[in-house]
């Protein structure tokens, strides 16, 4: 008997007899918990859950109108779901009726053929033949229904099985004793010893000795650990002699002593002293996507430049992150290849829900990604090329001249008793958002405007681009950046790689909101945020370049952030560029007879020879990019969207199109002339011949 017993107990203690229940119990676990999980899906699908939790969160946020919408939305849901009973009960006597019609009518139909072959035939018995046939045919469906009855069974199951499991495998509804080992420290709880342990062997000498003096273990030092999103959140307060800055450097060996990576663990300094706040994620947390925007979800989704908040994604702790754009200038800035237009873009995106916005938009790499934004921004500039650097500074350029415009507006208004929200809500001062994507292109251009004397010398004007008080671009950047936001006239700029070089100092400072992804070193993410919050522990340089696309650490204003925390890390929703498109046809959609000013007035006769000689001047020649400004300055109605191309195709006919002259695409004054002259005897010699 024992050695029966010590026999069962050798088997039941084995490792193979664990490694089976475990997967039995695994595997089981993933059916029964991917049950509930398709059962709640499908439970919120046709109640109104989702509108009852999105309506707490509105209510959570401050958001009293969007939850209201969700109220609506949950009161119209419930009023359709019975419409549809009630519906589907009227319909049923209706239905039953229409299969007893049909099928007296095939009937019919197969009597009246077998009725046609008895005639012909001359045999009584043909009558029936076609209905027997069609029974014959139903009796081989029965029996094919019965061979396959019992396979098809089975495979349903089998799929309707594998649905369950593999739902319960995405959200690990197995207990965590009975999951696969991964080789890593997954699933190791954050103690207070852990944090002490980790923190005692960081290798500063003054930390581990205060650490030993402490008579309570140094739990003392600790705040509580709290839950927060996908990790805990602990202040820990460091003995006299231990400097913050010491333990913000030992962030990888600090993460590594508790189990973690570099990445699951986030320090800032809050405003106590001798304090670091720890953010520690849940291993392998961070890898696992946030989710679609809810851009793409709600189709019914509405925007506010003055009182709403963007959905840009979520913080560390998993709440929405809201930002809001009002009056706000923006920089995003990053590596390669990392997220920044897909950002930057669905923030406009948003804010294209709002038809009282209107986008002028350079993207100055030109791939298409900012392509869903034709016939919704009033200037739309695609390219890398000198030429749409000239282009965007123009846009830039007349932003200022646009801003100008409504100071001296706002000042008289002022002056006859507008209060300034009277002022904004007037249609004059409707919000302009100025955007240049790969802003690095316009500030590292070495294009300048030329002008060729009659004596045939070729002066040279102010660069378009470079980092110096001469830049075309960089003045027409600062001026708004000083001035702008007062009139709803702002910039956004998103820009790879920031230096000193690509990112003048000036410019970068003049930002409300700055955002950074992955950069390559601590001096660029303190171009990119400021020195006072990467010293207070932002790290966008600590981010992975490849594995965290999308996640942006964001300082300044306009998103809240805790108390005394200098910035937050957001990771955002990918907007993909087909969704992109949908959001952007219903914001085209929502801005429909809403717009005022028509792209062209077709009763207006324009001369286009006379106008380009009107841009001209005494000048011999001038450069494409600089006629297209001075048109659109001379005539907007006309030439405001006009782009190379149709300069050149409406200058074409006429022998007046444009033609390189030292590298450059120009328009010359002799050209121009001889077509007016051939214009003009060509009208004479068809007046003579009207007049025979």
Not at 639 to 663: D, H
Request: hydrophobic share 40%; aromatic share 4%.
């Amino acid at each position: 008997m024992r050695r029966v017993v010590r026999r069962v107990r050798t088997v039941a203690m084995h490792d193979r007899t664990r490694k089976i229940l475990g997967a039995t119990v695994r595997h089981t676990a993933y059916v029964w918990g991917g049950a509930g999980v398709v059962t709640k899906r499908a439970w919120e699908g046709r109640t109104v859950a989702v509108h009852h939790r999105m309506r707490a969160l509105s209510l959570a946020t401050g958001d009293t109108v969007a939850a209201a919408e969700w109220q609506d939305k949950a009161d119209s849901f419930r009023r359709e779901r019975h419409q549809r009973r009630m519906d589907l009960i009227a319909r049923t006597p209706q239905a039953v009726k229409s299969a007893a019609i049909g099928v007296a009518g095939v009937e019919g139909a197969l009597l009246l053929l077998g009725a046609c072959m008895a005639i012909h035939d001359h045999q009584l018995y043909d009558v029936v033949v076609p209905t027997r046939a069609a029974m014959d045919a139903i009796r081989a469906v029965c029996w094919f229904v019965g061979i396959a009855w019992g396979p098809t069974l089975a495979l349903t199951l089998f799929a309707g099985l594998s649905h369950l499991w593999r739902a319960g495998q995405k959200h690990e509804t197995a207990p965590a004793w009975a999951r696969p080992a991964s080789g890593t420290a997954t699933d190791v709880p954050i103690t207070p010893s852990i944090v002490v342990t980790a923190l005692r062997d960081l290798g500063i000498a003054q930390l581990k000795n205060g650490i030993k003096e402490m008579a309570d273990g140094a739990a003392g030092m600790l705040g509580p650990i709290t839950l927060a999103g996908c990790g805990v959140e602990v202040d820990v307060t460091l003995p006299s002699g231990v400097s913050t800055e010491e333990v913000l450097n030992k962030r990888r060996k600090l993460a590594e002593n508790m189990n973690r990576h570099e990445h699951e663990l986030h320090m800032v300094i809050p405003p106590t002293p001798r304090t670091v706040r720890m953010w520690i994620a849940d291993c392998g947390a961070l890898d696992e996507p946030i989710g679609p925007s809810p851009l793409v979800l709600d189709a019914d989704m509405t925007a506010d430049y003055k009182s709403g908040r963007a959905p840009w994604g979520q913080d560390l702790r998993g709440e929405t992150a809201l930002i809001s754009l009002f009056q706000r200038h923006m920089l995003v800035t990053g590596l390669s290849n990392q997220g920044k237009t897909a950002s930057l873009r669905a923030l406009a995106l948003w804010l294209a829900l709002d038809p009282r916005v209107k986008f002028r938009v350079a993207d100055l790499k030109g791939v298409g990604d900012w392509g869903m934004f034709k016939g919704l921004a009033e200037v739309l500039i695609e390219g890398p090329t000198d030429e749409h650097v000239m282009e965007a500074t123009h846009m830039v350029e007349e932003g200022v001249e646009e801003m100008q415009r409504r100071g001296e507006l706002m000042r008289e208004l002022s002056a006859k008793g507008w209060s300034q929200d009277r002022i904004l809500a007037d249609p004059r001062f409707a919000p302009l958002v100025l955007i240049v994507d790969e802003a690095q292109v316009a500030y590292g251009s070495g294009a300048r405007e030329t002008h060729v004397a009659e004596s045939g010398a070729v002066k040279y004007g102010a660069p378009y681009g470079g980092q110096k008080q001469t830049s075309r671009y960089f003045q027409a950047i600062k001026k708004i950046h000083d001035q702008g936001r007062a009139v709803s006239v702002t910039t956004w700029e998103g820009t790879q790689d920031p230096t000193d070089q690509n990112l003048p100092a000036r410019s970068r400072a003049g930002n409300h909101i700055r955002a950074s992804l992955v950069v390559g070193t601590e001096s660029q993410a303190k171009m990119a945020l400021g020195d006072a919050p990467v010293d207070a522990g932002a790290a966008p340089h600590k981010l992975r370049q490849g594995l965290d696309k999308g996640t942006l650490v964001v300082a300044g204003d306009g998103i809240k952030l805790a108390p005394g925390q200098p910035s937050i890390t957001v990771r955002t929703h990918f907007i993909d560029i087909d969704p992109a498109k949908e959001i952007a046809e219903r914001a085209k959609a929502r801005r429909a007879g809403v717009e005022t000013r028509s792209p062209q007035e077709p009763e207006q006769e324009v001369d286009h020879l006379a106008d380009v000689l009107t841009v001209l001047g005494e000048a011999d020649r001038l450069r494409s990019p600089d006629m297209l400004h001075g048109l659109k300055n001379l005539n907007s109605v006309v030439y405001g969207e006009w782009t190379f191309e149709v300069l050149t195709q409406a200058l074409k006919p006429l022998g007046a199109e444009p033609r390189k002259y030292n590298g450059n695409p120009s328009i010359s004054r002799a050209r121009v002339l001889a077509a007016i002259e051939r214009r003009a005897e060509e009208a004479e010699e068809a007046t003579e011949f009207d007049t025979e």
